[in-house]
Each structure stands twice: as structure tokens, then as C-alpha cells.
């Protein structure tokens, strides 16, 4: 017996639903998702919990997360409930769910708060620039770099990286560790036996580095002419996905390589790899924001106020970091240090906002979800044998 | 009877459909045999124009004196033949039609030598049956051009404007001591949001300037001698015991309303509330002027001491009326559900649609039942609807919409409202789905449930609960905690039906008044002459009852306004020379056509022409054989089976 909560309707407009009460299922949107099976009417299902307020069966489902947004459910939709918009909100939502601090439901639902946070944690790096700055030489190295590592030498800043990294792998793998407990351990149905966790694992990994499901989605890539079965959103996903981690890799692990005052050639790798890395970010980014702006496709078609932060702040660390490159290698020290300081400011808030309690720990619950999915079907399949 | 000696026979091809199998020349050949056919031709098709026009000019030029015409089912052709006997001077019951097509061609086309065979015996039994018909005469009697409308609510008031704008005069009998019927207690009102007190002022306003409608209250109808044409109905008029001039001052009205000591349950709102025995509705409602009602009413005075326009002197009136036609539109019944069905009467917050609907017009800016103010209300729906066991097996129509407007108003009334449908299957046809569409907008939450497996209303400490096993959820179980339950109760016939009985309505298997045809004769019945309109011919919402009271108003209108009314000649008759008045034609009459009348110094029985309907019940119930079937007699029945057996 479940109570039905006629009030998480409401909650769930805030997360970004707001047609979803339209739907009189008539499962037009099963028919058509791919991830429908015989008893799994998928994502009615999931309209329909919501509808009546089921939160426990919502927060131990891990459909929500096997949805890549193709948007075929809601381009077929009669009603405009707009299905595949609630699998978007039911995401947010879950992460909220999962996010034992409440701060993440605080972001998505209330735009004070996250802007609040950004700015907040924008003025604690200001703070910590205004007090602990190097020497703001505007002398040049031999080699005509501007002295960057005086200002802010590469050091003291790794340090900074590291207790970062610590507090953001805490946040996220205690959220990740909730969402085992959520849909695993809860779900008193189903006994794992712990050899199904290794055997499943390549299945974390191979997620985890390609996202490969997006591919999936059923817009298909025209190149002169042929078809090719692979989605450009998932193209475009992961130029982004691959210049953001090459980026990390490179400031959280070889800081001291990566952000030197010397100027290399421009064959040297540490200029190419920066290069790739930002031409990745910037040709993800122009997509994402076209594809918000034109609404062509179903996944662009509703923006949520978290979408638009997210996008403007990696936009705009991308810009100040490009900056500081280009004041670097033309000599203006002033600039560079400004702008620096500036990318931090951006930087940080972006990264300890998105990364676990909003949209990049998508990254992470995605991977995740399909692991404990593989898990469940196999713990299935041996229960059923015994 | 004459004998007929210049019968014509015409056997049609049918294009191929009988010629394919029916050799029609061999048919007309052997007819052409018998003594008294003069004519016998085969016609491609026998309703062409030019065919119906060679048969007139034939029976005219050689004086036939009956036609038979071989060819498809009289359902089809038999008033064509019957029209073309009459252009050419021939009695039309002189005709005789023969289904060669349906009973030989296409029933037999395996095997075409014997459809011939069977073509040629029908066709002389025909020939046979045709030999001793006889030329009736359709009767005419007088009608008034006066139209009773009983009950006046939507439809009936709708009627009577109609009528009295086709001319027809109106006697509007309502038994109630004011206007409206059911309408008037609803408030807002589905598709057009008007209330329905304003629906029915804007009716009686329009009513009330017409010289040639009588309005009777607190009145109706208790006897009805007299037949189509010709009613003879009496009514009888409840006191008001308030004087016909009174001009109403609310003010002092309510002083004398306060002075009344008794108190009875307020039928109006449901027994949601308690009325004195001097009352009014509602502060607009029509006629003006309160009444008492006399069954409560104590006789003690206290009201007359107040007020000179009372006079509990007043004695019941009797009318009588003469009328040409009859509109019923006495409409219906909420259903009231049994004590304990979905916790009606033993659960506190368990109401029906219809007290939901006084409770929002008796609320103000809260809604509130019990000193409890409502957010979360339940709606089980087809509550005495939809029966697979009880007795009303079929859907109420207007509830799901109603329910589902009802609960779109409340939304927009109050604050913080949770509207949950527990339903059936939701059906709100047609235009109506926009409704359904609006309320699942608005956040309402839809839960259907299984025929077999009702939701269950059941009060815990705290409150009320609902639970349903969801099909929208593959049967999840769920409980709904609901501040009020609404049962949505579907429409059943008026308790009292006595007028049936009066009249000899004809009821259903439904209990609700039944018309002759559905489809075809929607609002007749019959009773020649007594139609009906309105929900008390089965549930329907006020449009499709305002459309059938239209189609009853011109239908009667039709009916009576030339003054007098054709009768179909094809009745029963008797030959009171064998009657011996043994009763059991009376007893198996269903429509009181038969009566005892005095004729050559014995009792016998006699047809009255207007009531008899030709079904021929009487004839094999009697005794003497006395009784025969105009165009259906015994001579022509006996006369086509020894043609057949021949
Ligand atoms: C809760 C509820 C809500 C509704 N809401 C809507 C709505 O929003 N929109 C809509 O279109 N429809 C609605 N309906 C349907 C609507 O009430 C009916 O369609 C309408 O009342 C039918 O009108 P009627 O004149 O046929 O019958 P009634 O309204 O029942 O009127 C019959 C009249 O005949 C009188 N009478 C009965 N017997 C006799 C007798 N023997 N002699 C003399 N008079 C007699 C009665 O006193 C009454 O005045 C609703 C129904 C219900 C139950
Ligand atoms: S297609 Fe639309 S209306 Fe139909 S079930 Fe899916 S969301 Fe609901
Ligand atoms: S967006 Fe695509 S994958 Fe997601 S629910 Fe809709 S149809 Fe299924
Ligand atoms: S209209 Fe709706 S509630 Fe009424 S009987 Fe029909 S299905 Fe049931």
C-alpha cells in the first residue's frame, strides 16, 4: 500500500515538468521510447508515479537515468505532457534525492541559492587572492613569459587543487553511495551476490569514458551525404567531455607542466593538448547553446535555470582561461594576473556547484545507473536459475 | 364482398438480382393461368418511374380491381405500390406485395429451379390474399389544439415556449410549488458556466409573456379518460395558502419564515439542511411569491398572524382540461445510494455529487462540511451506474462531465483544493473532452479502477482514506486520503411515477419512459398522442434534453394543429353478434382499447378505434373467433395458406 502526495507535482514543476499533468496515458510515449520493454512501461511508468507522488518507487528507479533525451516520446505525445522534459526534471530531482546535504535541492529549485553559492564562493577565491597573491612583477622571465608563477606560484595553487579534488570526490562518492543505498540496498526483492559487482564493472568503465548510450539517440549524422548511426549530440557530448577531463587532468595532475611562464613552441604538447582541450570545450559549448536557442531539438526545447548557469559558467571559465593564455604569451602581466584571479573566481564555483551536487554529477549517476541496472538484470537471471 | 375479377400481377427482374435465379418468365407465366388475372407482366425494375406510371395507366384503362407486385421486401417498396394504387383511383389496401428477392433469389441461389417453384406459390398466395381484401377508409377524428406539458423543468419549460410559439395552446403542470426541476439546484453549469438559476429565470421570463401558456404549481395530473386528439385529463391543484396578489417583501417574509415552528429536512439542498414549513428556495426563484407546504405545515397560525397575504383556508382545486396532444417531462432521480455503499451515512464526510453541488452554492469563500474546511476531495464515480448486478446497468452520461466540471469550479473557487477521480473510465464525449483536458491540467489526478475491484472508503483515526488498486499502475495499491468523498451518482426514474400509470406510458426494462424507436421515433410512444422529452425518457444532460422537449413540441404541434387526427384503418373490429362478453380481450388489450358496450340488449365488447394499434393481441384470445384484423382477416390468412398448400 503507498500513500499517494498529491504535492510532488508541484515539486516537480520546480525541477522543471511543468505539462507532465496533461498526460491522460495513453501510452503513445511507451510505444515509441527504445528503452520500453514488455514489463517495463517505460516512461509512463515514470509519469505515473510521479503523478500520484510515489517517491520511494521514483527514488529507487533507475530509468530516469537510461534516458539520453532523444525526445521521440515527446515529439509523439498527444497531450504535450512533454515525457521526455519529466525523465530531464526526474534526473534533477534524483539528484537531489540522492545529495544527503540537501544543497543540490536547494540549486534546482531556487535560483537565489545557486546564485548565492556561485557568488559566495567567487568572493572566498577574490578574498584569498587579496591576502595571499604573490608579487605582481611586471617584469618578464628570459623567455618573455609573464611571471605568472610569482603571482601565483603553481605550487601553493596545486595544494589548492587537491583539497578541492578531496572535498569533490567526498561530496560526490557519498552521493553515489546514497543512490547504492537508494536502489540497491533498499529494494529488499532482489539479493546480489557480491562476484555480480566485478564481472559487471567493464560496464562502469566503458560508460563512464565514452557515455556511450547517447549515441542512441535516434538523430542520426549526415556527412556528405551518408548516414552515419551516430548521434551529433553525442559527437558534440563528447568533444566537450574530452576537452573538460583533459583540461582537469592537466591542471589537477601536471599543474607544474601544464602552467608554466615559459612559452613553448606552438607544436610543443603541453600548447596542443590546451588547444584541443579548448577547441573541444568552445565547439561543445557554441552547440549546446544553439541547440537551447533554436529549440530544433526535443533536449533543447526546455531550458531550466540550472541548464543556463551551467552553460554560461563553463563558457566563460573557457573565455577568461583562453584570455590568460593570450595575455601570457603577449606579455601583459596586468591582464594576466586580473584575469587569472578572474578564471579561479569562475572556475571554482563552477566545478564545486556542478560537479556533485548539479549537472556534471549526471556524469557520474549515468555510468553508475547502467552499472547497477547490469547488476540487477543478473542478479535476476541467478535468482531465477536457483 | 365483391369478388375480384381483374387482378393485375407485375414480377420485377430487379435488374438481375431475382432474374439471376428466379426464372420471373416462367413465374409470370403461370400466374397469367389463373381465372381472375387480367394483366401479368415482368418488369425490370417495377419502382421506376416509368413502371409506376404503366401500372396506373394499366389499372386505369382496364379497370383493375386489385394489383399484386412481385419484388422485394414491402419494408422497402410497400408504400411506393400503395401510393401508385392511389394515383390511379384504386383503394390502396387493394394491393398486395411479394417478396420474391430476400425469400426466393437471394435465399435460394443454390438452387434456382426450386426458387422458381417457390417464387410461383408466393406469388398466388398473393393473388390469393388479394381476392378478399378490402377497401378501407382512414378515419378522421377531431384534435384540439391543445398541448399538456407535464412537469416544468428545462425541458418541459422549453416545450411549452416552443409549442406556444407553433401556435398550440399550453396548460404547463408542474408539481413542485416552483420552476425549474433539477436545473435550478446545480449552480454553475457545464459548457456554458451560467448557473442554473439564471438558465431558468432567463425561460420563465420568456414564458411568462406568452397569452397562451397556463401555468399550474403544486400541481398534477390524477385522471385521463379520453384518447389522442381528445384527452380528458383532470388536476388537481394543491393549496399554496398564500393569496395570489401578494407582493413579496423579503424582509417580512423572512420574519414570518422565522416565526414558522417546524422545521423538516430541505429537499432543495439535499438534507443538508433544514427548511421551515412556509418556504422559497431561493430569493429569485419562480413563481415569486413562498408557499407552505401542507404536508408539514401544522395549521397553527403563527404565520398568519404576520401577514395578511396568508390564508390557510385555501382547499385543493380541480381542473380539467381538453387536449389534443401529451409531452411527459417529468424527468428524474438522483440515485441515493444505500447506507454503507462506499461508506454513505456511516462514514461522516461521504456525500453524492448532488450535496456537493448545494454545499459550493450554501459555501462561501471556504468550503467547508462539518466545521472541517476541504482541500483533498475524492470523486468515486458511476455510483448506482454501470451495474454489472444491480439494476441500472447503463452509463448516467452526464456525471463524469458534471464531476469533472464540478471539481474545475471548485479549483477556481477555493484555495489549496486536491481533486482525485476515481473513476470507471472517464467519458466525457464529444465537445466535453475539453473539460477532462482542463481538469488534468489543472493537476486533478485520475485513478480507474476494475469493475471488479471498487475503491474502498474507510475512516482511520485521523480521517478519511480511499484506496484503489490503480490500473494505471498495473494495479499498485494506493490510499488516497480525501477530506470528502463524493459519490457521483448517476440518474435514475422519478420514485413516483404515477403518471405512467394514468396515462399508460409505456416503461422500459430501465423503469424509464420508452419511445417507439430510438432511432426513428425518438420521442413518440405508443400511446398515440403522448410523447416524451427529457431526462425521464433515460439520463441526458440539458442540451440533449432541451433538443428531444424541441422535437416533442413540434411533433405534438404537427399533431394537433390541423384540427383533426387520420387514424390508421388497420384495427381490430368485432362482430357483436358472436361476442358473448367474456372479458378476455379486455384483459389482453395492452393499450385499454376494448370496452363493454350495450347492443342488442347484451353486453359486448367494442374497439375504440383511437386506442387501438392493429397488434391483433385480442384475436386469438377469443373464445367466439369474433374478433378479426382489418387488412389482415381471416379469409385472406386462410385464404394464402390453402394457396400455398395448393
Ligand atoms: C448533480 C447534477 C449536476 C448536473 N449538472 C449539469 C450541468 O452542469 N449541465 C447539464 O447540461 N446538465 C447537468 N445535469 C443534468 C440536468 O440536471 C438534466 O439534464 C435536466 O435536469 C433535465 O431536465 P428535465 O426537465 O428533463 O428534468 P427535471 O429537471 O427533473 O425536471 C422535471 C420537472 O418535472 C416535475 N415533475 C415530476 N413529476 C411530475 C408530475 N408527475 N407532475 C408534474 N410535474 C412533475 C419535477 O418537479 C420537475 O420540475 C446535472 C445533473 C445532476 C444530477
Ligand atoms: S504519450 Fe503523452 S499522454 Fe500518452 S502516456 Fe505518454 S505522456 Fe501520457
Ligand atoms: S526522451 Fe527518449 S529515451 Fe527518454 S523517455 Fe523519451 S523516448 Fe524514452
Ligand atoms: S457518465 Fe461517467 S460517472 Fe456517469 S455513469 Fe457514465 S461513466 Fe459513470
Known amino acids: 500500500m503507498s500513500k499517494l502526495n498529491p504535492k510532488l507535482v508541484s515539486e516537480l514543476q520546480c525541477y522543471g515538468a511543468k505539462e507532465f499533468s496533461a498526460c491522460y496515458n495513453c501510452g503513445n510515449c511507451t510505444a515509441v521510447c527504445s528503452l520500453a520493454s514488455e514489463n517495463n512501461e517505460f516512461p509512463r511508468k515514470m509519469i505515473r508515479l510521479s503523478t500520484l507522488g510515489l517517491e520511494n518507487e521514483i527514488e529507487s528507479s533507475l530509468e530516469p537515468w537510461l534516458c539520453y533525451y532523444c525526445g521521440e516520446c515527446s515529439s509523439t505525445c498527444p497531450r504535450q505532457a512533454e515525457p521526455g522534459e519529466l525523465m530531464m526534471s526526474l534526473r534533477r530531482y534524483l539528484t537531489a534525492r540522492y545529495d544527503w546535504t540537501g544543497l543540490s535541492k536547494r540549486f534546482y529549485t531556487s535560483e537565489i541559492w545557486e546564485l548565492g553559492a556561485i557568488f559566495l564562493l567567487a568572493a572566498f577565491i577574490l578574498v584569498m587572492f587579496i591576502f595571499f597573491h604573490g608579487p605582481m612583477t611586471t617584469e618578464l622571465t628570459a623567455e618573455s613569459g609573464v611571471k605568472l608563477n610569482t603571482f601565483a606560484p603553481w605550487k601553493t595553487i596545486e595544494i589548492g587543487d587537491w583539497i578541492m579534488a578531496a572535498l569533490l570526490g567526498f561530496f560526490l562518492l557519498s552521493n553515489i553511495f546514497n543512490m547504492y543505498l537508494k536502489v540497491i540496498v533498499r529494494n529488499k526483492n532482489i539479493k546480489i551476490p557480491i562476484k555480480l559487482y566485478l564481472t559487471t564493472l567493464w560496464d562502469l568503465a566503458f560508460n563512464f569514458a565514452t557515455q556511450w548510450e547517447f549515441s542512441k539517440s535516434e538523430n542520426k549524422t549526415k556527412i556528405a551525404g551518408k548516414q552515419f548511426n551516430i548521434s551529433p549530440y553525442w559527437i558534440m557530448h563528447w568533444f566537450l567531455m574530452s576537452g573538460y577531463v583533459l583540461m582537469l587532468i592537466m591542471i589537477m595532475v601536471f599543474l607544474g607542466w601544464f602552467q608554466t611562464d615559459n612559452i613553448y613552441e606552438w607544436w610543443h604538447p603541453q600548447r596542443l593538448l590546451g588547444y584541443y582541450a579548448t577547441f573541444g570545450l568552445m565547439a561543445g559549448l557554441i552547440y549546446f547553446f544553439y541547440n537551447r536557442i533554436k529549440k530544433e531539438q526535443e533536449s533543447g526545447k526546455h531550458s531550466h535555470f540550472s541548464d543556463w548557469v551551467f552553460i554560461v559558467l563553463l563558457a566563460l571559465t573557457t573565455i577568461t582561461g583562453i584570455l590568460v593564455h593570450f595575455f601570457r604569451i603577449y606579455g601583459l602581466p596586468l591582464p594576466t594576473y586580473y584575469m587569472y584571479v578572474f578564471h579561479l573566481m569562475v572556475l571554482f564555483p563552477m566545478l564545486m556547484i556542478e560537479v556533485p551536487f548539479s549537472k556534471w554529477s549526471h556524469l557520474a549517476y549515468r555510468p553508475f545507473a547502467i552499472y547497477f541496472a547490469k547488476v540487477i538484470k543478473a542478479a535476476e537471471k541467478v535468482n531465477s536459475k536457483d | ?646
Open chain 2, 1 to 646: 364482398m365483391e369478388e375480384k375479377n381483374k387482378i393485375g400481377v407485375y414480377i420485377c427482374h430487379c435488374g438481375s438480382n431475382i432474374s439471376d435465379y428466379v426464372d420471373v418468365e416462367k413465374v409470370r407465366e403461370e400466374v397469367a393461368k389463373i381465372k381472375h388475372v387480367s394483366i401479368s407482366k415482368t418488369t425490370m425494375f417495377a419502382c421506376a418511374d416509368a413502371t409506376q406510371n404503366e401500372i396506373v395507366q394499366d389499372i386505369q384503362e382496364n379497370d383493375l380491381d386489385a394489383i399484386v407486385v412481385a419484388s422485394c421486401s414491402p419494408k422497402l417498396h410497400l408504400d411506393t405500390f400503395k401510393n401508385v394504387a392511389e394515383r390511379a383511383g384504386l383503394n390502396p389496401y387493394n394491393y398486395v406485395q411479394i417478396n420474391i428477392r430476400e425469400q426466393c433469389s437471394w435465399a435460394h441461389s443454390d438452387k434456382p429451379v426450386q426458387a422458381t417453384e417457390k417464387a410461383i406459390q408466393l406469388v398466388k398466395s398473393g393473388i390469393a390474399r388479394v381476392g378478399y381484401s378490402e377497401a378501407l377508409i382512414k378515419t378522421k377524428i377531431s384534435a384540439e389544439n391543445v398541448v399538456v406539458v407535464i412537469g416544468a423543468g428545462v425541458s418541459g419549460m422549453r416545450s411549452a415556449i416552443e409549442l406556444a410559439d407553433l401556435g398550440s395552446y399550453v396548460y404547463l403542470i408542474e408539481r413542485e410549488y416552483f420552476v425549474g426541476g433539477r436545473v435550478s439546484q446545480w449552480g454553475e453549469l457545464f459548457t456554458t458556466n451560467e448557473t442554473g438559476k439564471e438558465t431558468i429565470s432567463r425561460l420563465y421570463n420568456k414564458l411568462i409573456e406568452y397569452k397562451n401558456i397556463t401555468l399550474f404549481t403544486g400541481a398534477e395530473i390524477i385522471s385521463n379518460t379520453g384518447t389522442v386528439g381528445n384527452f380528458d385529463i383532470q388536476v388537481k391543484i394543491r393549496p399554496r395558502y398564500i393569496k395570489p396578489g401578494c407582493k413579496v417583501d423579503p424582509e417580512k417574509l423572512q420574519r414570518v419564515i422565522d416565526a414558522c415552528p417546524v422545521e423538516v429536512p430541505d429537499e432543495f439542498n439535499f438534507n443538508l439542511t433544514t427548511r421551515k414549513a412556509i418556504y422559497k428556495n431561493f430569493e429569485s426563484e419562480f413563481p415569486e411569491i413562498p408557499a407552505i407546504d401542507p404536508d408539514h405545515c401544522t395549521r397553527c397560525g403563527e404565520c398568519e398572524k404576520l401577514c395578511d397575504d396568508i390564508d390557510l383556508g385555501q382547499k385543493d382545486e380541480f381542473v380539467n382540461i381538453k387536449a389534443g396532444a401529451i409531452i411527459i417531462n417529468t424527468g428524474y432521480d438522483p440515485y441515493e445510494p444505500k447506507t454503507g455503499e462506499f461508506g454513505y451515512k456511516e462514514i461522516e464526510n461521504v456525500i453524492t455529487l448532488p450535496q456537493l453541488k448545494r454545499l459550493i452554492e450554501l459555501n462561501g469563500e471556504e468550503l467547508i462540511y462539518k466545521n472541517k474546511r476541504i482541500q483533498n476531495i475524492g470523486y468515486i464515480y458511476c455510483v448506482g451506474s454501470r451495474q454489472k448486478d444491480g439494476e441500472n446497468k447503463y452509463c448516467s452520461r452526464y456525471c463524469c462531465t458534471s464531476t469533472i466540471y464540478t471539481a474545475i469550479v471548485i479549483k477556481n473557487k477555493f484555495k489549496d483544493i486536491h481533486n482525485f477521480h476515481f473513476d470507471k473510465s472517464i467519458r466525457t464525449y464529444g465537445k466535453l473532452e475539453l473539460l477532462y483536458r482542463e481538469a488534468s491540467e489543472n493537476g486533478d489526478i485520475f485513478l480507474q479502477f476494475w469493475d471488479e475491484d471498487p475503491p474502498v472508503v474507510s475512516s482511520n483515526g485521523n480521517g478519511t482514506v480511499v484506496s484503489i488498486k490503480d490500473m494505471l499502475s498495473s494495479g499498485k495499491e494506493i490510499e488516497v486520503d480525501c477530506d470528502l468523498v463524493v459519490l457521483v451518482t448517476g440518474m435514475v426514474p422519478r420514485q413516483d411515477n404515477k403518471i405512467a400509470d394514468i396515462l399508460k406510458a409505456p416503461i422500459g426494462r430501465d423503469k424509464f419512459f420508452n419511445e417507439i424507436h430510438p432511432k426513428l421515433r425518438p420521442v413518440e410512444t405508443v400511446i398515440d398522442g403522448v410523447l416524451i422529452s427529457g431526462a425521464c425518457q433515460g439520463p441526458k444532460n440539458i442540451s440533449e434534453s432541451v433538443k428531444s422537449s424541441l422535437s416533442a413540441a413540434s411533433k405534438a404541434n404537427s399533431l394537433v394543429k390541423k384540427g383533426e387526427i387520420e387514424l390508421k384503418p388497420t384495427i381490430a373490429f368485432i362482430d357483436k353478434n358472436a361476442c358473448v362478453w367474456c372479458d378476455e380481450c379486455v384483459k389482453a388489450c395492452p393499450f385499454d382499447a376494448i370496452i363493454k358496450v350495450q347492443s342488442n340488449g347484451k353486453n359486448v365488447a367494442e374497439i375504440i378505434e383511437a386506442k387501438c394499434k392493429g397488434g391483433g393481441m385480442c384475436l386469438p384470445v377469443c373464445p367466439e373467433n369474433a374478433i378479426n384484423l382489418k387488412g389482415y382477416t381471416d379469409n385472406e390468412m386462410e385464404a394464402m395458406i390453402t394457396a400455398l398448400a395448393d
